[in-house]
């Protein structure tokens, strides 16, 4: 079996982060931002940095619409994901991370265009997006807990059963003593629960303690003498069946908690819409139309 | 999964719904940006947004100025702070930056004052740079003018116009506003001592117009009314005495102590002399001038040094030129002074005797005319009291005064002697009278005996017969031409050229005047051993004179004497110089062990010569050789 590709190459959170993290420092930096946005607001407007930097300036103004625009792309994915015509338009998972980065990137850009100045209706509309932004983080906290194709569709009991046993005989043939394979069945036992401790923070959190009592195994086996590339291996198999059968366990309330997710996540984002389409509306109304500084 | 569109959709519709249903001002804060300044407050909400903002338009510099009509009236003059904006009136006014937002961006320091608003902050004004309220009380900085009663009250109540600049400047404080202020220009311009009063002196109560000036009583007090203003006889007021001309007659603006009043013409009392220089204090000395003094006599000022005792008037003696110099005609008295007396002061004979004080002393009346009256007599009545028989009145020494007796006496040095060097004064034998000189000089009686005055410098070697060898004529009683052949011992040959100090030695001894020191001019030895040394050292006796001679000791034509000699000084001895054989030689002499050329010498050939034949042909050269 391939490894999968890193997960930090193909991570829109992690490419998010950095874009704002490098957008963030340009303007801060470079444009002058750090003081200008330290600039109490009742002189903000005097300070030489300010018509660069105003809302309705030619960075601010920018940042404002190249991160509306992005925030839209998510839209994309929701259309990907039910309208039948654009199933074919690339993975997924793809998708999504596009919808992660996207989802970073233009609140950042919309939090450097407001140049921390929260008033009015459209305050509401910003932090309604932080909101929306810090859910999405949970979501996808919830998400990669449902085990999922390489297509993006989510696996049937039986395939997951498919895959656990894959992987105990892939164990079996690492060539192992028997007492190493008892050793990482107790290790199983104590990360994966029983159907009578499951509990919503081991939900949310347990992986932590699987790292903990992953290291904890490798120590065993260090000491056991198995040799390095069979006990590299043999770690990587049982962290991989252990993660796996704990999704396989959590698997019904996980699909639960996530449908309650959109319920949290969405709405907020019509809010946001909304107010932004008003907020938008309006600029253009009196005349803050983008690239005419 | 529909739920979530749904919910969100509607909660969205209904929050926008919630807030339209909102009164308007709150609607407009929900759109707003952010709040307005309290100066645009009224203007706050969502239906006053176009109040500002044009449609499509941002804000425009028409909206803003059709509220803000004095700055578009500045900017349509191109003056103040507004006069080179474009319309772009944001750029420096922000908006909706809250309530405590800064409208009016604006950099004290490098705010001109002067280019901006054409009144340049200068001298006084300069500090309020720093503090812009202390003139702009108001919000607007467009309330103000340039005229100065725009911050400043005017004291003067309009009297004096609007145009304060005339009078007063920024540099200095209004009160001295007199730097700048020309009172040349007005009326009555300032001089002399007007200068530094202060304005406040005449300009009582800030009246600067209408002050009366046309008399110096309407600022002075007159110090020469008397009470009543009336003139008291005898003591008339100057006021009184001129009750009808001005202060200026008399005063200047330089100084009250003037000087400008002609005492000749306005008074009876013509100032002359001395007179003229005396300050008017010094007469006029009642309390600011109100007393006129009288002048009629000089007693009036002057203290009578004479107490009475002349009845004419003072200026019978004296004049305006002084006291001292009286112009007293002394000849007109029975005294009439001449010579050494006319340059003497009065008081120098008028004074009373054991006065002290010379102007209480002046006595002159009875005063004798005999020069012992002032003059002591220093002969103490020896030579009579006529005293003009030897001195007059030119000086008491008497340079030309001539001894009728002996004139060859006072002749040669003695003339120039003066006289006290022979008339010394008597040593004190007794009690003297007080009013006679304490000493003594003998004019009469005088011996002219030379020891009486000069000292017997030989101490009797002579005896008293000085005029023997001295005379009057040579200084210092030197004998130029002794004449030595008179004594036992004439000088002749070497003798006559040697000095006399070489035999006269000065010796200290028993003279025969007394034991002393003096030059030895008797009982001096004639042996040549006296003077001169035996260099013979007694070779030849004591008799220098059998060989030398008194010119000289040198002996060029010696011929020896004894005859045996004749045979000897013969052929090459004959032509031998004299130290040939006569060698200097160190030895026994008779004067004792010393150096000496040798005269007494052996005869014999073998003294000089060597006998090269060692003895074998006898001691007789003369058989063989010849000299």
Same mark, same amino acid.
């Given at each position: 079996?391939?490894?999968?590709?890193?997960?930090?190459?193909?991570?829109?959170?992690?490419?998010?982060?950095?874009?704002?993290?490098?957008?963030?420092?340009?303007?801060?930096?470079?444009?002058?931002?750090?003081?200008?946005?330290?600039?109490?607001?009742?002189?903000?407007?005097?300070?030489?940095?300010?018509?660069?930097?105003?809302?309705?300036?030619?960075?601010?103004?920018?940042?404002?619409?190249?991160?509306?625009?992005?925030?839209?792309?998510?839209?994309?994915?929701?259309?990907?994901?039910?309208?039948?015509?654009?199933?074919?338009?690339?993975?997924?998972?793809?998708?999504?991370?596009?919808?992660?980065?996207?989802?970073?990137?233009?609140?950042?850009?919309?939090?450097?265009?407001? =140049?921390?100045?929260?008033?009015?209706?459209?305050?509401?509309?910003?932090?309604?997006?932080?909101?929306?932004?810090?859910?999405?983080?949970?979501?996808?906290?919830?998400?990669?807990?449902?085990?999922?194709?390489?297509?993006?569709?989510?696996?049937?009991?039986?395939?997951?059963?498919?895959?656990?046993?894959?992987?105990?005989?892939?164990?079996?043939?690492?060539?192992?003593?028997?007492?190493?394979?008892?050793?990482?069945?107790?290790?199983?036992?104590?990360?994966?629960?029983?159907?009578?401790?499951? =509990?919503?923070? /081991?939900?949310?959190?347990?992986?932590?303690?699987?790292?903990?009592?992953?290291?904890?195994? /490798?120590?065993?086996?260090?000491?056991?003498?198995?040799?390095?590339?069979?006990?590299?291996?043999?770690?990587?198999?049982?962290?991989?069946?252990?993660?796996?059968?704990?999704?396989?366990?959590?698997?019904?309330?996980?699909?639960?908690?996530?449908?309650?997710?959109?319920?949290?996540?969405?709405?907020?984002?019509?809010?946001?819409?909304?107010?932004?389409?008003?907020?938008?509306?309006?600029?253009?109304?009196?005349?803050?139309?983008?690239?005419?500084? | 999964?529909?739920?979530?569109?749904?919910?969100?959709?509607?909660?969205?519709?209904?929050?926008?719904?919630?807030?339209?249903?909102?009164?308007?001002?709150?609607?407009?804060?929900?759109?707003?940006?952010?709040?307005?300044?309290? =100066?645009?407050?009224?203007?706050?909400?969502?239906?006053?947004?176009?109040?500002?903002?044009?449609?499509?338009?941002?804000?425009?510099?028409?909206?803003?100025?059709?509220?803000?009509?004095?700055?578009?009236?500045?900017?349509?003059?191109?003056?103040?702070?507004?006069?080179?904006?474009?319309?772009?009136?944001?750029?420096?006014?922000?908006?909706?930056?809250?309530?405590?937002?800064?409208?009016?961006?604006?950099?004290?320091?490098?705010?001109?004052?002067?280019?901006?608003?054409?009144?340049?902050?200068?001298?006084?004004?300069?500090?309020?740079?720093?503090?812009?309220?202390?003139?702009?009380?108001?919000?607007?900085?467009?309330?103000?003018?340039?005229?100065?009663?725009?911050?400043?009250?005017?004291?003067?109540?309009?009297?004096?116009?609007?145009?304060?600049?005339?009078?007063?400047?920024?540099?200095?404080?209004?009160?001295?506003?007199?730097?700048?202020?020309?009172?040349?220009?007005?009326?009555?311009?300032?001089?002399?001592?007007?200068?530094?009063?202060?304005? !406040?002196?005449?300009?009582?109560?800030?009246?600067?117009?209408?002050?009366?000036?046309?008399?110096?009583?309407?600022?002075?007090?007159?110090?020469?009314?008397?009470?009543?203003?009336?003139?008291?006889?005898?003591?008339?007021?100057?006021?009184?005495?001129?009750?009808?001309?001005?202060?200026?007659?008399?005063?200047?603006?330089?100084?009250? %102590?003037?000087?400008?009043?002609?005492?000749?013409?306005?008074?009876?009392?013509?100032?002359?002399?001395?007179?003229?220089?005396?300050?008017?204090?010094?007469?006029?000395?009642?309390?600011?001038?109100?007393?006129?003094?009288?002048?009629?006599?000089?007693?009036?000022?002057?203290?009578?040094?004479?107490?009475?005792?002349?009845?004419?008037?003072?200026?019978?003696?004296?004049?305006?030129?002084?006291?001292?110099?009286?112009?007293?005609?002394?000849?007109?008295?029975?005294?009439?002074?001449?010579?050494?007396?006319?340059?003497?002061?009065?008081?120098?004979?008028?004074? %009373?005797?054991?006065?002290?004080?010379?102007?209480?002393?002046?006595?002159?009346?009875?005063?004798?005319?005999?020069?012992?009256?002032?003059?002591?007599?220093?002969?103490?009545?020896?030579?009579?009291?006529?005293?003009?028989?030897?001195?007059?009145?030119? !000086?008491?020494?008497?340079?030309?005064?001539?001894?009728?007796?002996?004139?060859?006496?006072?002749?040669?040095?003695?003339?120039?002697?003066?006289?006290?060097?022979?008339?010394?004064?008597?040593?004190?034998?007794?009690?003297?009278?007080?009013?006679?000189?304490?000493?003594?000089?003998?004019?009469?009686?005088?011996?002219?005996?030379?020891?009486?005055?000069?000292?017997?410098?030989?101490?009797?070697?002579?005896?008293?017969?000085?005029?023997?060898?001295?005379?009057?004529?040579?200084?210092?009683?030197?004998?130029?031409?002794?004449?030595?052949? %008179?004594?036992?011992?004439?000088?002749?040959?070497?003798?006559?050229?040697?000095?006399?100090?070489?035999?006269?030695?000065?010796?200290?001894?028993?003279?025969?005047?007394?034991?002393?020191?003096?030059?030895?001019?008797?009982?001096?030895?004639?042996?040549?051993?006296?003077?001169?040394?035996?260099?013979?050292?007694?070779?030849?006796?004591?008799?220098?004179?059998?060989?030398?001679?008194?010119?000289?000791?040198?002996?060029?034509?010696?011929?020896?004497?004894?005859?045996?000699?004749?045979?000897?000084?013969?052929?090459?001895?004959?032509?031998?110089?004299?130290?040939?054989?006569?060698?200097?030689?160190?030895?026994?002499?008779?004067?004792?062990?010393?150096?000496?050329?040798?005269?007494?010498?052996?005869?014999?050939?073998?003294?000089?010569?060597?006998?090269?034949?060692?003895?074998?042909?006898?001691?007789?050269?003369?058989?063989?050789?010849?000299?």
């Amino acid at each position: 079996m391939t490894p999968p590709p890193s997960r930090w190459i193909t991570s829109g959170v992690a490419w998010g982060v950095l874009t704002s993290g490098v957008v963030a420092a340009w303007v801060l930096v470079a444009l002058g931002g750090r003081g200008y946005y330290a600039t109490p607001l009742a002189v903000r407007a005097y300070a030489p940095t300010h018509p660069l930097l105003r809302p309705s300036g030619p960075v601010g103004h920018t940042l404002g619409v190249v991160g509306t625009l992005m925030i839209l792309v998510p839209f994309l994915y929701m259309a990907r994901k039910r309208w039948r015509r654009l199933q074919g338009v690339g993975a997924l998972p793809t998708w999504l991370e596009v919808h992660l980065f996207c989802g970073i990137v233009g609140p950042a850009l919309i939090t450097l265009h407001t =140049s921390f100045k929260f008033n009015g209706l459209v305050a509401a509309a910003y932090w309604s997006m932080v909101v929306v932004v810090l859910s999405g983080f949970a979501g996808r906290h919830l998400y990669v807990r449902i085990p999922r194709a390489l297509r993006g569709h989510e696996l049937t009991r039986a395939e997951l059963d498919g895959q656990a046993e894959r992987l105990r005989i892939e164990l079996v043939d690492a060539g192992v003593g028997i007492d190493i394979l008892h050793r990482v069945e107790a290790f199983e036992h104590l990360v994966v629960p029983e159907h009578e401790r499951l =509990s919503l923070v /081991d939900l949310l959190f347990g992986d932590v303690a699987v790292g903990r009592r992953l290291r904890t195994l /490798d120590a065993d086996l260090k000491r056991a003498r198995v040799p390095d590339g069979q006990r590299v291996e043999v770690v990587r198999l049982a962290a991989a069946r252990a993660l796996l059968l704990r999704r396989m366990a959590y698997l019904r309330r996980t699909r639960r908690l996530f449908e309650l997710w959109h319920v949290f996540h969405l709405p907020l984002v019509y809010l946001l819409l909304a107010i932004a389409a008003v907020h938008i509306g309006v600029a253009l109304y009196l005349g803050y139309v983008p690239f005419r500084w | 999964m529909r739920f979530p569109h749904v919910a969100g959709i509607g909660g969205s519709l209904l929050v926008l719904l919630v807030s339209a249903s909102g009164v308007e001002a709150q609607l407009g804060a929900l759109v707003s940006p952010g709040r307005l300044t309290t =100066s645009h407050a009224a203007v706050e909400g969502l239906g006053n947004c176009q109040s500002c903002h044009e449609r499509g338009r941002r804000v425009t510099a028409e909206k803003c100025l059709a509220c803000h009509r004095p700055v578009a009236e500045r900017i349509g003059r191109r003056s103040g702070v507004h006069k080179d904006v474009k319309d772009d009136c944001v750029a420096c006014h922000a908006e909706h930056a809250g309530v405590e937002g800064e409208l009016r961006p604006f950099d004290q320091a490098s705010f001109d004052h002067g280019g901006v608003t054409g009144f340049a902050l200068t001298g006084r004004h300069a500090p309020t740079a720093e503090e812009c309220a202390a003139c702009h009380k108001g919000r607007s900085f467009l309330t103000l003018s340039a005229t100065c009663a725009s911050c400043h009250e005017d004291v003067h109540k309009g009297a004096l116009g609007t145009t304060c600049t005339s009078c007063h400047s920024t540099t200095v404080a209004f009160s001295d506003a007199r730097t700048r202020f020309d009172h040349a220009k007005t009326s009555f311009p300032l001089t002399g001592a007007h200068r530094p009063v202060a304005c !406040t002196s005449c300009h009582r109560d800030r009246t600067y117009r209408g002050v009366p000036f046309a008399s110096c009583t309407d600022c002075h007090r007159d110090p020469h009314r008397r009470a009543g203003n009336a003139a008291t006889p005898g003591q008339p007021a100057v006021r009184a005495a001129r009750a009808d001309r001005e202060c200026t007659a008399c005063h200047t603006t330089a100084t009250w %102590r003037s000087r400008t009043v002609s005492h000749d013409t306005d008074t009876a009392f013509p100032l002359r002399g001395r007179h003229a220089t005396v300050d008017c204090a010094r007469c006029h000395t009642q309390p600011a001038l109100k007393v006129k003094p009288r002048s009629d006599t000089c007693a009036a000022c002057h203290a009578d040094v004479h107490r009475g005792a002349f009845r004419q008037d003072c200026n019978a003696c004296h004049n305006e030129s002084g006291f001292g110099k009286a112009p007293f005609d002394h000849s007109q008295t029975t005294f009439a002074l001449t010579g050494a007396h006319e340059k003497a002061t009065c008081v120098a004979c008028h004074k %009373r005797p054991g006065a002290t004080n010379a102007s209480a002393a002046v006595e002159f009346h009875g005063l004798s005319s005999d020069c012992v009256s002032c003059h002591a007599d220093v002969h103490r009545g020896e030579l009579g009291t006529t005293c003009q028989s030897c001195h007059s009145t030119a !000086t008491f020494r008497l340079p030309g005064y001539v001894h009728p007796r002996f004139p060859e006496f006072f002749a040669g040095r003695h003339a120039a002697v003066a006289c006290s060097g022979c008339h010394v004064p008597d040593a004190l034998t007794g009690p003297v009278r007080s009013d006679q000189p304490a000493v003594r000089v003998r004019y009469r009686s005088t011996t002219t005996a030379c020891a009486s005055c000069h000292r017997d410098v030989h101490l009797g070697q002579v005896g008293p017969g000085c005029e023997r060898c001295h005379t009057v004529e040579a200084p210092l009683f030197r004998i130029a031409d002794f004449p030595h052949a %008179r004594t036992e011992f004439p000088l002749v040959g070497g003798h006559a050229r040697v000095a006399c100090a070489a035999c006269h030695k000065t010796e200290t001894g028993l003279f025969p005047a007394g034991h002393g020191t003096a030059v030895k001019l008797s009982g001096v030895a004639r042996e040549c051993s006296a003077c001169h040394a035996d260099v013979h050292l007694g070779q030849l006796g004591g008799d220098c004179a059998s060989c030398h001679a008194s010119d000289a000791f040198r002996l060029p034509d010696y011929r020896h004497q004894r005859r045996s000699m004749d045979v000897f000084l013969v052929g090459r001895h004959r032509q031998a110089p004299c130290e040939a054989c006569h060698k200097r030689v160190t030895g026994q002499f008779p004067s004792g062990s010393a150096t000496a050329v040798q005269y007494q010498i052996d005869a014999r050939c073998a003294s000089c010569h060597v006998d090269v034949h060692r003895g074998s042909l006898g001691p007789n050269c003369g058989t063989c050789h010849k000299p």
